[in-house]
């Protein structure tokens, strides 16, 4: 078979070995992340009844017409299926423990992403269509291994553990400027669209079965996957993802230069990676795994950056922060905590030529390492202790930078909520109140100011006369921002609170159910609204207009998500 050709006509067992290696090729997760809960369930189920009954129907017979490298859209698997299919396997990971929402993490991976996405834009690899289409949406996982990958759809996904080892903000915008150009080159759908035998559904569930099965401890697991398949087909979808990873590294690049960032950071973080499997071969890099790190892509990218105009150096604290806080939150058992909240031992038994031998940005992620680790020990001396070194080398810090300054207040905002401390949080963050509840100069509002924000009004640290007008205030922040942003779970579970609170039941049961429905729990949703509708037939609400109001948003939101349930459970028993 060719390189780079795919078979015409397409078995289940074929099927699963192309997704084996669109999913290796795109650099997906490990074991731990999908071998849990419902999602293990459903995968298991979908996956045995399609690979052992055959279960996927064939619908149309076929000849595949493979794509050019760059095309916008197939006839197979347009914009619209790519996108239903991404919701479908997002709303999975989104019920998984290692889904992390970690608004600190994701406003700095945000702050990269942003520029990026611009970039592509004005490139013209994401065009209106696709732009307003596409989620392009990157999210966190909680995993120690060096790991990012693509979803259809745009759905970018991060392993904290590729935060924790990124030594610039440079090195961590190339590998989300890789991953955007697998999604707007159409890599991962022109991996599938040959098949046209199986349901959304079944191509989600073969996913996610794929996955766990390629990246589990168990060979015998990945091996029952694909076996018999047809070694020309192994061959043949290797070359051509191969293909796919060069086209990535290409156009990636000029978007992460197009965006401002460094032109080194690219060949940086091959380099880095490269280095770090030889000496650390313990499966602990699959980014690098399903990456093929030759000399010559290694080259290609020294060449590219050696060409390029250099953008000048931004400060690097922010990202150093961000690295702190992601190498602490990948792992929080309490032995590896411990290892982090030693860093602040070495400021007390080395020289102290040795610690100003220390880079700046060491010194700095070593104290907020520990400050964190601290405060999720409850350890609150050691916390207060690694927090004052910190705020300490940020005010020395020959070049200001007030995002590490907010950084570092947001830490110890935390850290003091944590051990009950309410008053002080709301006096550490005091600088910052026009980033929740915003100002007449047009200030913006920022996401972990006003989740952080909500927390404390949540507290029982402060007084009710004094805590009565902040909860006031954070639910009409809250509210405003969820018009806007109406994908953010973690603000409408934060708002259902808050009206709680507030002595609104019908509202926090709309905004409860609202979460639900996004972390992927449309049972719960339902019965969320459900109970919302019996609150306002019982007349116990109260009767403002805006509850009124509510109850026909409740009425509304409760046909739309039965009709959507409905929808897929259709699709489920075509599928099964």
């Not at 794509?67 to 990971?93: H, V, W």
């Not at 955007?180 to 991962?188: A, L």
């Amino acid at each position: 078979m060719p390189a780079g050709a795919l078979p015409a006509a397409v078995e289940p067992r074929t099927l699963v070995l192309t997704l084996t290696f669109l999913l290796a090729e795109s650099h997906h997760l490990t074991h731990s992340f999908f071998q849990r809960r419902s999602v293990h369930r459903i995968v298991s189920v979908a996956c045995a009844s399609a690979l052992l009954a055959g279960s996927i129907t064939p619908l149309a017979q076929a000849q595949v017409n493979l794509p050019a490298l760059g095309d916008t859209a197939s006839d197979d698997f347009n914009l619209g299926t790519e996108r239903k299919l991404g919701d479908q396997i997002m709303r999975e990971i989104r019920r998984d423990p290692d889904y992390i929402d970690d608004p600190v993490l994701l406003e700095y991976l945000q702050s990269l992403w942003q520029p990026l996405l611009a970039s592509a834009k004005q490139r013209g690899d994401i065009t209106a269509e696709v732009d307003q289409r596409f989620a392009w949406e990157p999210f966190l996982v909680r995993d120690r291994s060096v790991n990012a990958f693509a979803l259809p759809g745009g759905y970018i996904g991060v392993h904290l553990g590729l935060m924790a080892m990124t030594a610039t903000r440079d090195e961590l915008a190339s590998v989300l400027a890789h991953e955007m150009s697998h999604v707007t080159q159409r890599h991962i759908a022109r991996s599938i669209a040959n098949s046209k035998k199986q349901s959304l559904l079944s191509a989600a569930a073969l996913i996610l079965g794929v996955l766990a099965a390629s990246r589990s401890r168990s060979v015998d697991a990945a091996n029952a996957v694909i076996t018999g398949s047809q070694a020309a087909a192994i061959q043949g979808q290797l070359n051509f993802s191969r293909d796919m990873e060069r086209e990535a590294d290409r156009v990636g690049f000029a978007v992460m230069t197009g965006a401002g960032f460094s032109a080194g950071g690219m060949a940086a973080m091959f380099e880095k990676l490269d280095a770090s499997s030889r000496f650390n071969d313990n499966g602990g890099f699959p980014y690098l795994r399903s990456h093929p790190l030759t000399v010559e892509r290694i080259g290609e990218a020294r060449s590219r950056a050696g060409v390029s105009l250099m953008a000048p150096p931004p400060s690097v604290l922010e990202h150093n922060l961000a690295q702190a806080r992601a190498r602490v939150l990948m792992d929080t058992r309490v032995d590896a905590l411990r290892r982090w909240q030693a860093l602040d031992v070495q400021f007390q038994s080395s020289t102290d030529a040795d610690v100003s031998a220390m880079p700046l940005p060491e010194k700095l992620s070593n104290a907020a390492s520990s400050a964190l680790a601290s405060t999720l020990l409850r350890d609150w001396a050691r916390a207060d202790k690694a927090l004052l070194r910190a705020q300490t080398l940020i005010q020395f810090n020959p070049r200001p930078d007030v995002r590490a300054e907010r950084a570092v207040a947001l830490l110890n905002a935390q850290s003091q909520l944590e051990r009950g401390n309410s008053a002080r949080a709301v006096e550490v963050l005091e600088p910052y109140a026009q980033e929740v509840y915003g100002a007449q100069n047009g200030a913006q509002i920022t996401r972990p100011m006003l989740l952080m924000s909500a927390r404390i009004a949540l507290s029982a640290g402060l007084p009710p006369a004094v805590n009565l007008p902040r909860l006031t205030r954070s639910a009409e922040a809250l509210q405003t921002w969820v018009a806007v942003n109406r994908q953010d779970a973690e603000a409408w579970s934060s708002l259902s609170q808050i009206w709680g609170a507030l002595s609104q039941p019908l509202r926090a049961l709309r905004a409860d159910a609202e979460a639900r429905y996004l972390l992927g729990d449309w049972v719960g949703a339902i019965d969320r609204l459900k109970a919302g509708q019996r609150l306002a037939r019982r007349g116990t609400a109260n009767a403002a207009g805006a509850d009124f109001i509510e109850a026909s948003v409740i009425d509304s939101r409760l046909r739309d998500i039965e009709a959507q349930r409905k929808s897929l459970s259709a699709e489920e028993q075509r599928a099964g």
